[in-house]
C-alpha cells in the first residue's frame, strides 16, 4: 500500500500549540496596534480642541485685530490682541540661542568626530549631553541671578532681557545640536576622507569641504530641531526674559513670548470661557503652526539632501 506524503499531517498537540501561538500573536498585535492608536488620537484629541476654541476666540476677536495690530493687552483694561509682540519676543530670545548653540554646538561636534582620541570623546560627550539634563528652570534662575548680573557690569541691560534668556536657552539646547550633528558626521563614509587625504587635502579643508556637505541632511535636522525646541520653551524665557509684550529688536529689553504668556493665563487667574482664558488657545495655535512648518521644513531639507550622498 502506497504511503501518501503529499500533505504532512502534524500531531494534535502540535497543532494544538501552533494555534495557541497563532492567537498570542494575534493578540500582541492588537496590544500594539491600540497601543500606536491612543497616541494618534491623543494628538488629533489635542489639536481639535485647540482649535475648536481658537475658532470660538475668532467669533470675539477679529483677525484683524490678531494679525494686523501690535500691541499685546487683552489683561489690560485698553484691550488689544495683536500677536506680533509676541511672535518677535519667541523669534528674538530663538535667535539669540540659535547663534550661541549653532557655533558651539557644531563645533564640539567637529572636535569629538575629527579631532578628539576615542577615549577623550568617549568623557567629553557624556559630559556634553548631561547639560540636557539639567531642568529648564535651573538655566532660568541661572540666567536671572547671574548672566545678567555679569552682563549689566558692561551692557546697559533690564534686570529682565532677551539676551540672559538667548544666551542660556543656546546652552540648553547645545547638546542637542551637538548629539544629533555627531551622529551625522560620524556617519559620513570613511572613504570619502580618505579620498580627500589622498590628494592632499588638510583635515580642515577635508572636514569644510567634504565632511559637513556630506552631513548637511542631520546637521539640518540638528538645528532646526534645536530651533523647534527653542520655539517652544518657556521656563527660561518667564523667568529671565519677563512678560512685557513689546516689538523690539533690543536683546537688552525685556520681552514676552508666546509660551510665557500661555504660563501666565494657565495660572488659572482667567475664568474659563472668557476671551481672556480663549487667547491662550488662540496663542496655542500660533505656536502649534509654527512648530509644524518648522518640521515639515526640517523634514524637507532632511530628504532633499539626504539622496546626495547614500
Request: aromatic share 10%.
Amino acid at each position: 500500500m502506497r504511503r501518501n506524503t503529499d500533505t504532512l499531517e502534524l500531531p494534535t498537540p502540535l497543532l494544538e500549540k501552533r494555534a495557541g501561538e497563532d492567537i498570542s500573536e494575534k493578540i500582541v498585535e492588537v496590544v500594539l496596534f491600540c497601543c500606536a492608536l491612543v497616541s494618534i488620537l491623543t494628538t488629533f484629541g489635542i489639536v481639535f480642541i485647540i482649535f475648536q476654541v481658537t475658532f470660538e476666540f475668532f467669533q470675539k476677536v477679529s483677525l484683524a485685530q490678531f494679525f494686523l495690530d501690535t500691541r499685546w493687552t487683552p489683561l489690560f483694561a485698553e484691550r488689544h490682541f495683536g500677536i506680533w509682540p509676541l511672535i518677535n519676543g519667541t523669534f528674538l530670545t530663538t535667535a539669540i540661542a540659535m547663534l550661541t548653540a549653532i557655533p558651539l554646538g557644531l563645533s564640539a561636534a567637529i572636535y569629538l568626530s575629527e579631532y578628539a582620541s576615542p577615549k577623550l570623546a568617549s568623557i567629553l560627550r557624556p559630559a556634553v549631553e548631561l547639560l540636557a539634563g539639567v531642568p529648564t528652570v535651573v538655566y532660568g534662575f541661572f540666567a536671572l541671578l547671574f548672566v545678567t548680573p555679569a552682563l549689566r557690569s558692561f551692557l546697559p541691560l533690564e534686570i529682565f532681557n532677551a539676551l540672559s534668556a538667548g544666551l542660556m536657552m543656546g546652552i540648553m539646547i547645545l547638546p542637542t545640536i551637538s548629539s544629533i550633528s555627531l551622529d551625522a558626521i560620524q556617519s559620513v563614509p570613511r572613504s570619502l576622507r580618505e579620498g580627500a587625504y589622498a590628494i592632499g587635502v588638510t583635515k580642515l579643508e577635508t572636514t569644510i569641504q567634504v565632511v559637513l556637505p556630506a552631513a548637511l541632511s542631520g546637521i539640518s535636522a540638528a538645528i532646526l530641531l534645536g530651533v523647534s525646541r527653542a520655539v517652544g520653551e518657556t521656563m527660561t524665557v518667564l523667568i529671565a526674559a519677563g512678560q512685557e509684550p513689546r516689538l523690539t529688536l533690543n536683546p537688552e529689553q525685556s520681552v514676552a513670548t508666546m509660551t510665557a504668556y500661555m504660563a501666565q493665563i494657565s495660572g488659572g487667574d482667567s475664568p474659563r470661557g472668557s476671551v481672556n482664558y480663549q487667547t491662550l488657545y488662540a496663542v496655542g495655535a500660533v505656536l502649534f503652526l509654527i512648530t509644524l512648518a518648522l518640521n515639515i521644513f526640517g523634514y524637507w531639507i532632511a530628504s532633499r539632501y539626504k539622496e546626495k550622498y547614500e
